[in-house]
């Protein structure tokens, strides 16, 4: 099984007919079934746009997340904590109290897709659309507002496919102070074919896996281009509207971190050896080009956690730097 998965994952036309033959199937379900989360009485919209995360000691890092998406439109997150030890329920608190967050405990291991349906059935008729992130994915535009046009082009739509852009160490061995999204400013030349979705509660019907989700309907997610994506994988553009900064390496401290703590969802958990085997090597990829993030962007989320009173360990902001790649350049 674990041979026919890989084959077909790296054949694209046996992976487009598979998931097209899946999504003919669950669309003709969903036409004589209702979903639990479409059970709910209409008008109980709260949010125009929300987020789903589900988390395993992210403390570190989850406040930047949150702040960071809250600038871009996120109107309230739902976290859903995988037994952490690391006191990420006191991180949040700020945000709770304001009223930004709600934290779900979820005991379940692996944590995935159990989280996401749960979600689904409790909370997802509160919200129009739901950003189904992860705490190292940071959504960043090509311009201020492209967001809020994106979904509202798109509003006909089930669901908008965003491109990974993957960053590296930086050359970082431990993890750094400040905001990740300044410290570790190297990645790819360009974005990766993996999406992530922003989707409409209402439209899903079935999990898929972490990257997409089944429509009603047979209807499939789009690039903020409006290109149909069948699965989870795509061509990026050039100069996409819209990217997620995916930083997969926030140092090596982290990384090995991350790799043994263990993982939320089952297909995680499988490759926890793959994960440890190339921690080295792993070391100087994603490392080709400089990325800097906008002034205004990195400066709103700084001055958000300063707000909520986290601490300069947290968004201390650091002096622009020129490029230097030197011998982190990545190999591939």
């Given amino acids: 099984m674990k041979a026919l998965r890989s084959r077909i994952k790296d054949n694209r036309l046996l992976r487009t007919i598979l998931f097209l033959a899946q999504t003919c199937y669950y669309g003709a379900q969903s036409l004589v079934t209702v979903g639990r989360w479409r059970r709910e009485a209409a008008g109980t919209e709260r949010y125009g746009l929300a987020a789903m995360i589900r988390v395993k000691d992210e403390a570190r890092f989850l406040p ?52 996401e349906v749960d979600f689904l059935s409790r909370f997802g008729h509160h919200s129009r659309w739901v950003a189904f992130f992860d705490a190292d994915e940071f959504l960043f535009e090509a311009r201020p507002g492209a967001l809020s046009d994106v979904l509202r082009l798109h509003d006909d739509r089930p669901a908008i496919a965003i491109s990974w852009r993957y960053f590296g160490s930086a050359g970082h061995e431990t993890i750094p102070h400040g905001l990740i999204t300044e410290a570790f400013d190297r990645a790819d030349d360009g974005c990766n074919r993996h999406v992530k979705v922003i989707a409409k509660p209402a439209m899903i019907h079935r999990h898929r896996n972490s990257h997409n989700f089944y429509y009603r309907r047979g209807r499939v997610a789009v690039t903020p281009e409006g290109r149909r994506v069948f699965g989870s994988f795509i061509a990026p553009p050039q100069q996409p509207m819209l990217v997620l900064h995916h930083y997969v390496y926030r140092s090596r401290e982290d990384y090995e971190r991350k790799t043994k703590r263990g993982f939320v969802d089952a297909s995680g958990s499988r490759e926890r050896s793959r994960h440890l085997s190339v921690l080295d090597a792993e070391f100087d990829r994603h490392n080709e080009v400089q990325v800097t993030p906008s002034e205004s962007t990195v400066s709103a989320t ?25 011998s982190h350049r990545g190999r591939r």
């Fill in 64 to 115: 930047e997340w949150i702040a960071h998406h809250v600038n871009l439109g996120v109107e309230h997150a739902f976290v859903y904590d995988n037994n952490s030890t690391d006191g990420i329920e006191v991180v949040l608190a700020p945000f709770v109290e304001r009223g930004l967050v709600t934290y779900v405990p979820w005991p379940t291991v692996p944590a995935s897709p159990s989280c």
């Fill in 302 to 326: 700084a001055e958000l956690l300063r707000q909520l009173g986290f601490p300069d360990e947290i968004h201390a902001r650091r002096p622009r730097s020129k490029p230097s790649l030197g």
